[in-house]
Nanobody
């Protein structure tokens, strides 16, 4: 399984970005796809995850209402729509494939990451 994250960039506070995670290879339709992020000097933290069938989604509490995760099965792509971005959202965002969970250790496959910078 290979994952390729894209869509990062620099945006002003209050702005929006949509990240994309393109999946390829031997993808299980039952595996979840999650987004995690890592800010400078901090550990990797859970952002959101979506179940394989796309019927379930789970968000970090502080992001619920601002971020929305979705899956396009035809394109094998998972999106993370981010609204009302704040400077503290600045981080490298990673997508990962694995078990439906908010723990990074549940995910076996990881993409390279895409940098999101939010300026104040």
């Amino acid at each position: 399984v290979q994952l390729q994250a894209s869509g990062g960039g620099t945006v002003q506070a209050g702005g929006s970005l949509r990240l994309a995670c393109a999946l390829s290879g031997s993808i299980s339709s039952w595996d979840a796809t999650g987004w995690f992020r890592q800010a400078p000097g901090k550990g990797r933290e859970f952002v959101a995850t979506i179940s394989g069938p796309g019927s379930g989604a789970w968000y970090r509490d502080s992001m619920r209402g601002r971020f929305r995760i979705s899956r396009d099965k035809a394109k094998n792509t998972v999106y993370l729509q981010m609204e009302n971005l704040k400077p503290e959202d600045t981080a490298v965002y990673y997508c990962a494939q694995g078990r439906y969970s908010d723990s990074a250790s549940s995910y076996s496959y990881w993409g390279e990451g895409t940098l999101v910078t939010v300026s104040s």
